[in-house]
């Protein structure tokens, strides 16, 4: 019990230092957009920036931020696995498709978390590939993104949906539930954006969201900032609750 409440006063530590590593990158961010402007390297101040010309970048971050984390759970769950080679490898994928839970030893009941595993490690692998800008601004590969993320997202709900079984060597990883939160938001935070970028609806958003350069800059920058912070905020956090 000391333990865990040790362990939450640290995650509440990294949290707030995660918070102010981002404000003062805000800051930064602002200046040197500043800067930039008054040397004439961003163009006209009052220049319009569209959407779709800085929408992929914020996609791009999403994509790779969760990929990040969800290879940062891989490897949490590896850690926790045995030995036994067979048994192991069975074990591991189970435990990655049900999330913060980890089964030690493979058995006939956890046998359901087994596609949601494989589906996990399929998505990462695309979402490794999907942070890249450029994909995104192709509108076919932008549909395929919007799928990948709609997948993503079903295969974080189904373990909160599905009962665990109660079998002997069942764990919840701790250090596991922080990053699996935030995986869950980049995941959400990535569709809203692909979603804008596909359908350009709701409209009267999607034109709104065509700002000035200063503006496209500073908050491209602030989003981008915002996933890396708190995507190696979650490796200390997951970590402080050991």
């Given at each position: 019990m000391l333990a865990r409440t040790?362990?939450?006063?640290?995650?509440?530590?990294?949290?707030?230092?995660a918070a102010t590593a981002l404000v003062w990158l805000f800051v930064g961010i602002v200046v040197a957009v500043t800067l930039l402007l008054r040397?004439?390297?961003?163009?006209s101040p009052d220049r319009q920036v569209p959407f779709r010309s800085y929408g992929p970048v914020l996609a791009a971050?999403?994509?790779?931020g969760a990929?990040?984390?969800?290879?940062?759970?891989?490897?949490?769950?590896?850690?926790?696995?045995?030995?036994?080679?067979?048994?192991?490898?069975?074990?591991?994928?189970?435990s990655i498709g049900a999330g913060s839970t980890h089964f030690s030893t493979a058995d006939p009941t956890i046998a359901g978390f087994l596609p949601l595993g494989v589906a996990s490690l399929v998505i990462v692998a695309v979402q490794i590939a999907f942070a890249i800008p450029r994909l995104w601004r192709n509108p076919t590969l932008a549909v395929v993104g919007l799928a990948v993320s709609a997948a993503s997202i079903a295969v974080a709900m189904a373990p909160r949906l599905l009962a665990t079984p109660a079998i002997a060597g069942t764990t919840r990883l701790a250090t596991v539930e922080y990053a699996d939160a935030l995986a869950f938001v980049l995941?959400?935070?990535?569709?809203?954006?692909?979603?804008?970028?596909?359908?350009?609806?709701?409209?009267?958003?999607?034109?709104r969201l065509q700002v000035k350069v200063a503006d496209a800059y500073v908050g491209t920058g602030l989003g981008v900032g915002a996933v890396l912070v708190f995507t190696v905020a979650s490796v200390f956090a997951g970590h402080a609750v050991h």
């Open positions: 040790i362990g939450t006063v640290h995650l509440h530590i990294v949290l707030m230092l040397r004439g390297r961003l163009g971050a999403c994509s790779g990929a990040a984390v969800h290879l940062e759970v891989v490897g949490e769950h590896a850690l926790q696995t045995g030995p036994a080679a067979t048994t192991s490898a069975l074990a591991l994928l189970c995941e959400i935070a990535l569709a809203i954006v692909v979603g804008l970028l596909v359908f350009a609806r709701p409209r009267r958003l999607f034109e």
